[in-house]
């Protein structure tokens, strides 16, 4: 049997017909789909099975277009963010819903009370109306997800509360360190799990603290710290993934005209923030806040980082996504305290002197980084570790920074 194509008869080994829209095609051309043979406008392979498909009956999972068995048994849908991935990823399920890693890490949290996970926005009945409550978890080092009330230490006049997490890894007994540190900083901070750093490691999540709280009455804290450095074997600056990271609360800052001169220091100051941290890491990029005009001319911009439960960026140099705080994460990670005071230093002294800053004020340059540090030595004795490194860090090489380490 000769079959025409484009004019011209071929017998059936070199063409055929395609058994959805009966074209004929180059046999060569043609696909296996079920058992027909079709042409490739009508059919496409599965990037998973790679068996042959009806382009119009295609699934898409994680960019790939899977066919419909592949699609059922080896995929799960994240009711979060309304997207299918593949079987392999980690997903838990909330309710009734399935949820993706990533979303469940930013959105839910599991309670070790009825041992069920919940949304963030919908607490379980045994969480409601109880304050202060300590976390049962029994264990030493907590999931990462556990987030029980927290307490706040001390006074703060302007109602400014720091809380920080410090990620570690042990170069020596994990169960020694984690056991001592578990103990000695029972209602100050709590340990807990995050993949970033291994099994090896954990990160100290301190109670928020009022700045003078860390400054003055915190003995037992930077004694832990160092004591884990010093005869446990934790490391922190000199390991590829550990970062400190700083939670402020949103409930210190005056109003959003404040917040907007706070975020200006920190980003139009990448340079020196990156150098005093130690690192350029892209868990805590600075580019976040540009983008760009009609000409494709790059535009400074704050107005998405402003807007409370605009979903932004996580890994950024400020992660504004919090409900509560605002996470300065473009820290480098250190067991040495004064360098965890420095940063806690920098931190509130930021708050502070964008408080009261007018717009002439700004607009004579007062968000450069040569008027904050002026302002840093006129008020050096509020924040004296800070104070130590600011000679330091304008020659620091963000490429080679063991010497802030000091």
């Not at 990037?47 to 995929?75: A, F, H, I, K, P």
């Not at 309670?111 to 009945?125: G, M, R």
Request: proline share 2%.
């Amino acid at each position: 049997m000769n079959l025409e194509m484009n004019g011209d008869y071929y017998c059936e080994d070199c063409a055929n017909a395609c058994g959805n829209c009966r074209g004929v095609h180059a046999t060569d051309r043609l696909r296996c789909v079920g058992d027909e043979l079709w042409c490739e406008e009508c059919s496409t392979e599965c990037q998973r099975c790679d068996s042959g498909v009806d382009r119009d009956d295609t699934y898409s999972v994680d960019g790939e277009e899977w066919c419909q068995s592949c699609y059922e048994y080896n995929t799960f849908y994240c009711s979060s963010c309304e997207t299918s991935y593949d079987n392999h990823y980690d997903y838990s399920s909330v309710g009734d819903d399935t949820v993706c890693e990533s979303c469940y890490s930013d959105n839910c949290y599991y309670c070790d009370d009825c041992n069920e996970n919940y949304y963030d926005d919908d607490p379980c009945e045994c969480q409601l109306g109880i304050s202060g409550r300590p976390c049962r978890c029994r264990a030493v080092v907590h999931d990462y997800n556990c987030k029980p009330p927290v307490t706040f230490k001390g006074a703060s006049r302007h109602g400014v509360y720091l809380g920080f997490e410090l990620e570690t890894v042990i170069n020596g007994d994990y169960s020694n360190a984690s056991n001592y540190a578990s103990t000695n900083l029972q209602g100050i901070a709590m340990l807990k799990h995050d993949g970033s750093i291994g099994a090896n490691g954990f990160e100290i999540v301190t109670e928020p603290h009022s700045h003078s709280e860390y400054r003055e009455n915190s003995k037992i804290l930077w004694d832990t710290i160092d004591t884990l450095r010093t005869e446990h074997g934790a490391r922190s600056w000199d390991t590829e993934s550990c970062g400190l990271h700083i939670h402020i609360s949103r409930a210190g800052f005056s109003g959003g005209a404040h917040t907007h001169r706070f975020l200006s220091l920190v980003y139009k100051n990448s340079e020196m923030m990156m150098k005093f941290a130690g690192r350029k890491s892209r868990y805590a990029r600075f580019n976040d806040v540009y983008t760009f005009d009609e000409y494709d001319k790059p535009v400074f911009s704050l107005k998405h980082k402003l807007k409370l439960g605009e979903q932004t960026e996580r890994y950024t140099a400020v992660n504004t996504n919090n409900r509560d705080t605002l996470e300065l994460r473009f820290f480098k990670g250190t067991m040495n305290t004064s360098g965890v005071l420095s940063a806690l230093d920098l931190a509130q002294a930021m708050v502070e002197y964008t408080r009261d800053l007018r717009l002439d004020d700004v607009k004579r340059g007062a968000l450069s980084w040569d008027w904050f540090a002026d302002y840093v030595v006129q008020n050096n004795g509020l924040y004296p570790d800070l104070y130590m490194r600011l000679n330091k860090i304008s020659g620091v090489d963000i490429n080679r920074p063991a010497e802030l380490n000091a």
